[in-house]
């Protein structure tokens, strides 16, 4: 948490360096915004050892990059509520670095924006919500081991949109996002894998 708190810091600096950047004309448009991202998966895989404490083995999933949409409205100027959204990921998950199975999970996230400098062409951001996790198609252990199918958590963001024109822009953006589950075999739970991923993208937006 300490890097995103951090990026914040950096975010809203950053706005300031460009306060007298050329503003772009907001009478004329809506308050949606749509973005498609490229997001980098990094999960943090801080599992809980196998075995209980003093044990070494760890579960740990696979990273990966995918697809992203996302849609804003904007309140006023300044403030903005985004949802994201994606199809059904799948993970690979490894025991001690031997494969053990997979899973997919559909992460979709809800967040409220705060926009620095919504009228400068260079416009930085942080955001803070939730992110509901639905986990499915689990072949963990050859179906011997089971996960929680919900994961509840929160979710911090910072970003930062450069306008091409009043409509385009580009994106840059960062969250963190709260997703673990059970591990369970018989019944009885073995881990607890802290997925708690990174999430790096970069993406185009349409502001209508």
């Known amino acids: 948490m300490k890097k995103l708190v951090t990026l914040a810091a950096a975010a809203a600096a950053f706005a300031s360096s460009f306060a007298a950047a050329p503003a772009f004309a907001q009478e004329a448009q809506s308050p949606w915004l749509v973005r498609v991202r490229a997001v980098n998966i990094s999960p ?3 599992s809980d050892p196998v075995g209980g404490v003093g044990a070494s083995d760890r579960l740990t999933v696979s990273s990966k990059t995918i697809p992203e949409v996302d849609i804003s409205y ?3 100027p300044n403030i903005a509520a985004e949802l994201i959204l ?3 990921q799948k993970h690979d998950v490894r025991l001690d670095g031997q494969n053990i199975g997979s899973f997919k ?3 979709p996230t809800l967040l409220l924006q705060y926009h620095f400098t919504p009228e ?6 942080v955001g803070a919500g939730i992110n509901y996790t639905r986990i499915s198609s689990v072949d ?5 081991a089971q996960l929680d199918s919900n994961s509840v958590g929160g979710a911090l963001q910072a970003g930062v949109d450069v306008k091409i024109d009043k409509h385009w822009l580009i994106n840059f ?3 963190k996002v709260q997703i673990q589950s059970d591990v369970k075999v018989g019944g009885t739970r073995i881990s607890t894998v802290k997925i708690d991923p990174w999430l ?3 993406g185009v937006g349409y502001r209508f």
Do not use: E
């Not at 963990?140 to 011997?144: C, I, K």
């Open 140 to 144: 963990v252990l050859n179906g011997a």
């Open 105 to 107: 999970h559909l992460p």
């Open 120 to 125: 400068s062409r260079i416009s930085p951001y």
């Open 200 to 202: 790096f993208g970069v």
């Open 74 to 76: 904007f309140f006023t």
């Open 86 to 88: 994606t199809y059904p």
């Open 44 to 46: 943090d895989n801080k």
């Open 173 to 175: 953006d960062i969250k």
